[in-house]
Nanobody
Framework: QVQLVESGGGSVQPGGSLRLSCAAS????????MGWYRQAPGKERDLVAY???????TYTDSVKGRFTISRDNAKNTASLQMNSLKPEDTAVYYC??????????WGQGTQVTVSS
């Protein structure tokens, strides 16, 4: 079992910044992927970014150049720095952990609202 605790959501004006954090605990494997997905009202949950334990980063096209994912493998944490936020970034953001051994886990979600 893996537990994920997220923090850092909130409300911001367009062009602003927020930083999301996710702390993983439990049966953490040395080889894993941590990332962020988001779900806007009435839409499916979509990938935002992920980063492997080996340091490879992947972003969805709409956030490239604006969002940065980072990790601290020693602390089992992942962060998402979100800059130049747009109203279309408004969604519930979910931390995700996956590994071959432990499986696939979600955090509880944190709301991000971008509005003037």
């Amino acid at each position: 079992q893996v537990q994920l605790v997220e923090s850092g959501g909130g409300s911001v004006q367009p062009g602003g910044s927020l930083r999301l954090s996710c702390a993983a605990s439990g049966s953490i494997d040395s080889v894993n992927v941590m990332g962020w997905y988001r779900q806007a009202p009435g839409k499916e949950r979509d990938l935002v970014a992920y980063m492997t334990s080996g340091g490879v980063r992947t972003y969805t096209d709409s956030v490239k150049g604006r969002f940065t994912i980072s990790r601290d493998n020693a602390k089992n944490t992942a962060s998402l720095q979100m800059n130049s936020l747009k109203p279309e970034d408004t969604a519930v953001y979910y931390c995700n952990y996956k590994s071959v051994v432990a499986g696939f886990y979600w955090g509880q979600g944190t709301q991000v609202t971008v509005s003037s």
